[in-house]
């Protein structure tokens, strides 16, 4: 058995669907929205390579070192994002969130602020997660903003942690937030949500 089983997280303005092979043209229609895959600092799939992607997030999910969601935004009812647990170390209760990306359009529109509040609250509350992980590109300052928003805390740097598909090598920054943190960050994230605080992606 999985440490992260297979769930459906249902927020106020969106839900988080186990992703599988009948989102593909949604997801598809969604790196559109702004043609993420040219962000070199990022990872989202070009539209050709969809289907790779997913085929290769539902292997990583098989093999139990990764949990895939698509973002489902409730009121346009269409899949305008991704994000996922990865890193899943059930021996130590930790998990990372990350691989997320939304369409243009969607960004700072407080979309983050309640998926990272269902993740969290499903790692911490359910899991029972000691840690929870965030890392992002050193060039990416946008991500690295919005994961200190959220409430988490610098770990460090990982130089010349990973060789991207281009040849580039990246340094990853590290965030975390750990057990006897989260109460403090679940109440500010609620408040940001309550408030319609869109400046919190």
């Given amino acids: 058995m999985n440490f992260v089983e297979q769930v459906r997280l249902e927020g106020r303005h969106v839900t988080l669907e186990p992703l599988g092979p009948?989102?593909?043209?949604?997801?598809r229609l969604a790196v559109q929205d702004g043609e993420l895959w040219k962000l070199f600092f990022t990872t989202v799939p070009s539209p050709e390579a969809v289907g790779a992607y997913i085929s290769q997030l539902l292997?990583?999910?098989?093999?139990?070192?990764?949990?895939?969601?698509?973002?489902?935004?409730?009121?346009?009812?269409?899949?305008?994002?991704?994000t996922r647990y990865l890193n899943i170390d059930a021996v130590n209760r930790?998990?990372?969130?990350?691989g997320t990306w939304y369409a243009k359009s969607m960004q700072r529109s407080?979309?983050?602020?309640?998926?990272k509040l269902m993740l969290l609250t499903h790692a911490f509350e359910q899991l029972d997660c000691i840690a929870v992980e965030f890392r992002t590109d050193w060039f990416n300052k946008r991500s690295q903003a919005a994961i200190e928003r959220l409430?988490?805390?610098?770990?460090g740097i990982l130089r010349n942690h990973?060789?991207?598909a281009d040849g580039r090598v990246r340094?990853?920054?590290?965030?975390s937030i750990i057990r006897?943190?989260?109460?403090?960050?679940?109440?500010?994230l609620q408040f940001k949500l309550e408030a319609g605080a869109s400046h919190a992606d």
Avoid at 94 to 98: D, L, Q, S, T
Avoid at 180 to 188: A, D, I, L, M
């Fill in 22 to 27: 009948q989102h593909e043209e949604e997801i």
């Fill in 180 to 188: 006897n943190e989260w109460p403090g960050v679940k109440t500010n």
């Fill in 151 to 155: 409430g988490a805390k610098l770990d």
């Fill in 59 to 82: 292997d990583l999910r098989d093999r139990g070192s990764a949990f895939p969601f698509a973002v489902r935004d409730k009121a346009s009812g269409r899949i305008v994002g991704s």
């Fill in 171 to 175: 340094d990853t920054v590290v965030y």
């Fill in 110 to 115: 407080g979309i983050n602020t309640e998926c």
């Fill in 94 to 98: 930790r998990v990372e969130i990350g």
């Fill in 162 to 164: 990973m060789i991207m």
